[in-house]
Each structure stands twice: as structure tokens, then as C-alpha cells.
């Protein structure tokens, strides 16, 4: 994560992102703060898995959420926030709602490949329901789609952050999985190019395995 890139929090002070995480893995998030939908269904449903967790909001693990639209007021995202998580409970005095310029905005996103598209027609952002965990040095540990989200995988993850240890091949090779482009809702073309490369491999594969099967064969015979 780019620790240098300034946002202002919910209460209008600024500051860069390593202050915002000050030291303590966190889970991070991209919002739409126009957005009363999704947005504010996923907050909840990461709230809620965070809750269930058995971590200690603010001890244990931070909240970031950034905006997806540069130069947007403070007072949105504190209005957002209070109006998905409890202002009295610990999980929101460790939660931090960011807004900034759309240069801190590009940097954050650009550096753990998040993408996502304006919808001017409706004055939102299209964009993908995934959010990221993120060591207290700024390293993105994991990567979770909304779909498998739940107490149990949340409290996995921060506990992995906490010791600096990164997702393996085979998750990183399941979370691509999840790679949706959030414009046309398909999957991206990376994925797309794994799927046909896998499908052209296929039947030299089975080919292979016959082939070897049969000399076997030959050789017991």
C-alpha cells in the first residue's frame, strides 16, 4: 500500500495511510459512499463477520474504508459510517472511513489491483465486492470476496497479518477466480486466458495419460 498517500478521516483530519493503520493489521475496503445498496450491505456484512470474529476491535486488528469518489466531504463518510455501524460500539472508535483526491484514490487502488468504473447515468461507481487485509507495514495479506465471507476466514486472516504471512499460490489462484470486471460483470481477461489455456491443455493431458497407460500395459503383457 502506497503509506504515504494523504486522506482525510470521518472527522476531518488528515493524515497518510501508515497513520491511518498505525502499526496494526486492518481489514480495507472500497466504498461508494453514494452508494445505499451494496455498499452499505457489505459494510454490514464485514462488521458483522468481524464482530463474530473473537478479535478485539482496535487491539487486535483497524477498519479502513476509502471512497471511491475524489474530493468528497468528510461529513459523507462520517454520515455513512455512523449509519451502518454502531457509533458507540469499539469496532467503530477502530474504524476509519477515508476520503482524498483522486490521485491517493488512483495510488490506493492502482497498488492492490482494485478496479472499478463511474456510472455516471446513476452518479455511482460499478465496482467489484472484495475487500483486502492488510499488515500493520502496509502488505496486503489477503484478498476475500464478499460471497465467502464469515468470522471464521476474517479472524484467519488478521491472525496471517499479525505474522506477516501472505496467502499461498493455490489461494491466490482461487481468489483470481473472483476477478470480475465490474463494468460488464464477466470475468476478466486474465481469467479468461487461464480458462482457454486449461481447456487447449486438456486433451494432450488425457492423451498423455493413455498413452502411458497403454505402454504399461504392452509391458506387462
Keep these: 500500500m502506497p503509506l504515504d498517500a494523504v486522506f482525510i478521516d470521518q ?7 501508515g497513520q491511518a493503520l498505525d502499526r496494526r493489521p486492518a481489514v480495507l475496503m472500497f466504498v461508494d459512499y453514494a452508494c445505499r ?13 468481524l464482530t ?39 469496532l467503530s472508535v ?4 477515508l476520503t482524498g483526491d483522486a490521485s491517493a484514490i488512483k495510488n490506493a487502488t492502482g497498488a492492490v489491483g482494485y478496479h472499478y468504473s463511474a456510472d455516471v447515468e446513476n452518479a455511482q461507481f460499478a465496482h467489484a465486492a472484495a475487500l483486502f487485509v492488510v499488515s500493520g507495514d502496509g502488505k496486503v ?27 499461498s499460490t493455490f489461494r491466490a489462484i482461487n481468489l483470481l477466480c473472483y476477478g470480475y470486471a ?18 487447449a491443455a486438456t ?17 506387462g503383457s
Excluded: Y
Design 141 to 167: 495479506t489477503r484478498t476475500i470476496a464478499v460471497a465467502r465471507l464469515d468470522g471464521d476466514v476474517l479472524r484467519q486472516a488478521l491472525v496471517e497479518a499479525h505474522q506477516g504471512v501472505g496467502e
Design 11 to 17: 472527522l476531518g483530519n488528515f493524515k497518510n495511510l
Design 52 to 90: 463474530r470474529s473473537g478479535l478485539v476491535p482496535g487491539d487486535d486488528f483497524g477498519l479502513l474504508a476509502i471512497g471511491l469518489a475524489p474530493n468528497l466531504s468528510f461529513d459523507a463518510a462520517r454520515e455513512f459510517k455512523d449509519g451502518v455501524i454502531d457509533p458507540s460500539s469499539r
Design 37 to 49: 445498496n451494496m455498499c452499505s450491505a457489505i459494510v454490514a456484512l464485514t462488521s458483522s463477520a
Design 203 to 219: 486433451p494432450f493431458f488425457v492423451a498423455a495419460v493413455i498413452f502411458r497407460l497403454a505402454g504399461r500395459r504392452r509391458a
Design 182 to 199: 465490474p463494468s460488464h460483470g464477466a470475468a476478466n481477461s486474465l481469467v479468461w486466458l487461464i480458462l482457454k489455456a486449461a481447456c
Design 94 to 97: 477502530a474504524t476509519q472511513f
